[in-house]
């Protein structure tokens, strides 16, 4: 009997390198990052790998490679981000903090204009207001999106808001068109993080890509209502104090003006505004049913 000879592979010493390499890289660093590098032009990626210099190391390396060398890592976290890489990526490490790494990421994205065939990131809203369109085919271009108009001063004018592309639909050539004469950019171009492994602390972060400006606003608004919130149940802070000194000296002067009788204004003018709200129904009441008779 004929011996059946094993199929070997052969791999390169240039692949054995840069698994070596990326092995190295992702046991040695803090933080490994899976970043989306889809459409974004040769000359924008130089240009962010330039500044992310003494940040981090980027690297675009073939899936099966980065696999390999990832495998070399025993963190339990490995496997689900193996699952994050998919097409179009690229692999960053450094020794920042995950979520720094990300923010930097995104301060270095810029806007991009809509391409027709390309998928509404958010509803896409024409706003009201001026523009510095002229009278033409323009006014058959917005008017077939539905966006009503106006000519004011020889320009074309916006008379009310219009969502031209809602969130998840494909846009279309014509909304696309006017968003490149009304110089909308609803997309951004740049490294869009995906999914992050803490080496040291030994996490793993499934959804990384901070929206920095939604963040920002909802802890705005968290504030808003939480420092009315804090005053009505009398929680005492740096931010509270004064506040409830404020209140304290408001109940004080209606107590004193209870004990003495004296009238209190706020509740006096409370009154009458009361008042008058009942004289304004009983007159609107009579109108009605003299209207009736008639």
Known sequence: ????????????????????????????????????????????????VKKLRGKAVVKVPKRNLIHRALDSNKEANIPKLKEGIKSDFAMLFSDMDAFDLAVELIKNQSPSKAKAGQIAP?????????????????????????????????????????????QGDKISAEAAAVMSKLDIKPFSIGFTPICALDNQEK?????????????????????????PFAVSINYISNDTISLLLQKA??????????????????????????????????????????????
């Open 122 to 166: 958010i509803d896409i809203e024409i706003q009201e207001g001026p523009t510095d369109l002229v009278p033409g085919p323009a006014i058959s271009e917005l008017g077939g999106l539905g966006i009503q108009i106006q000519i004011q001063g020889g320009k074309i004018h916006i008379k009310e808001p219009k969502v031209i592309v809602k």
């Open 203 to 227: 996490k793993f972060y499934s959804s990384i890509n901070i929206d920095r400006e939604g963040t920002l606003n909802g802890l705005k608004y968290a504030y808003s209502k939480a420092l």
């Open 249 to 294: 000296a408001r109940q004080e002067r209606r107590l004193i003006k209870v004990i003495t009788g004296e009238p209190d204004e706020e509740v006096v003018v409370e009154q009458t505004q009361v008042k008058e709200e009942k004289q304004e129904e009983s007159k609107a009441d009579n109108a009605a049913g003299l209207a009736s008779l008639f």
């Open 1 to 48: 009997m004929k011996k059946i000879k094993e199929k070997t592979t052969h791999v390169s010493d240039s692949k054995k390198k840069a698994v070596k390499e990326l092995s190295e890289l992702g046991k040695g660093k803090k933080t490994i990052l899976v970043a989306s590098i889809k459409n974004i032009p040769g000359g924008q990626f130089q240009e962010i």
